[in-house]
């Protein structure tokens, strides 16, 4: 009987380049007192949210995604040609067939001669780009990519109840990429996810309403009590010990958890990104988004290792340790 054989698997892959995208229109938090019994004050103590950014009426998660997707492969020097898989991560998009993978590799004009990349959307919510990227580097590891492009991109505007002050508060639009590539030594840790099927119900975009809602009070407790736990799986995985992580790049779904969570990983001293404040709660975007606009700013070290996790809807979680880009940031310095 004939046995199986595979392509030499590469090694591991690493962080190419990062991109971002964000709506033109900025909401602060005093447009959201004229639309509800809220105060700026009150958003700023239980989220730490000053602004979001909203997206038009013809402007939807693809759009963003885009958008992302060809900054992120101007940053890596990596021609779109080259791309032979797109993972994007997204709870809003608009078209249940294409997915909004394929219709990226579409505006990037790939596809049209005899073989495209391949194109997945995943729906994990708010661990979604984690999930993605995951995806990505266990295809390359495998040998069915070379290169891939990971997308997180959300418009959680339109699937937001602007009379529900507990919600409307946090949601945001936004979009982040990331070009990564084979390597010869592995520089993106193994995922760690799951689930929680218990809290299944609490983050919900469902029937009847089609809006977003939350039993906010468990998903703080469940991050409170259990992301710690994971995000030191995460850790542990990669062959790492907590001391050696520099930059905390988590969801961006509250202050009053990013916080608490980089002080019981230990990591409250160093680079703890908190785009939270100026972007909102973004969804399966906001760790890429954060993660771009803070690189490009000159906000992250070069290559050195970066947790980054993400939790939510589903009720999923995943995370990994990525080294950063080992090239100079856009900002060239690497001092903060």
């Not at 090694?11 to 959201?32: F, K, Y």
């Not at 590891?141 to 997180?152: D, M, Q």
């Not at 109840?161 to 520089?187: F, N, Q, Y």
Request: glycine share 10%; with cysteine; net charge negative.
């Amino acid at each position: 009987m004939k046995k199986l054989t595979f392509p030499a698997p590469n090694a591991g892959s690493e962080i190419l380049g990062l991109g971002h995208a964000q709506p033109q229109r900025v909401m602060d938090n005093h447009e959201l007192e004229n639309m509800m019994d809220t105060s700026d004050a009150w958003i700023r103590q239980r989220t730490g949210i000053v602004t979001r950014h909203i997206a038009g009426e013809d402007e939807s998660a693809k759009d963003l995604a885009i958008t992302a997707a060809r900054m992120a492969l101007e940053d890596s020097g990596v021609a779109a040609e080259q791309i032979d898989l797109v993972i994007v991560a997204t709870t809003t998009a608009v078209e249940r067939t294409p997915n909004t993978a394929g219709r990226v590799a579409q505006a990037l004009g790939l596809g049209t001669g005899e073989q495209g990349p391949g194109v997945i959307d995943v729906n994990t919510a708010c661990s979604g780009f984690e999930y993605a990227l995951g995806l990505a580097d266990q295809s390359i590891r495998t040998g069915s990519a070379k290169y891939a492009l990971v997308i997180g991109s959300e418009t959680l505007s339109k699937a937001t109840d602007w009379t529900d002050r507990s919600t409307a508060v946090l949601t945001a639009d936004g979009a982040g990429a990331m070009v990564i590539g084979a390597t010869d030594e592995p520089r993106i840790g193994p995922v760690v996810w799951g689930s929680k099927g218990d809290l299944a119900d609490a983050v919900l975009i469902s029937p009847p309403s089609n809006k977003f809602w939350q039993n906010g009070r468990e998903v703080l407790r469940w991050a409170l009590k259990d992301a710690e736990r994971h995000a030191r799986a995460a850790v542990q995985a990669a062959g790492l010990e907590m001391e050696d992580i520099e930059v905390l790049l988590s969801h961006q779904a509250n202050l009053r958890i990013i916080e608490p969570l980089a002080q019981a990983l230990g990591l409250a001293e160093k680079v703890v990104m908190t785009d939270v404040i100026e972007s909102g709660n973004t969804s399966a975007a906001s760790v890429p988004l954060g993660y771009s606009k803070w690189w490009h700013a000159g906000k992250i070290p070069s290559d050195v290792p970066a947790l980054l996790f993400g939790f939510g809807g589903g009720f999923t979680y995943a995370g990994m340790v990525a080294m950063t880009p080992r090239k100079a940031h856009s900002a060239g310095t690497d001092s903060l």
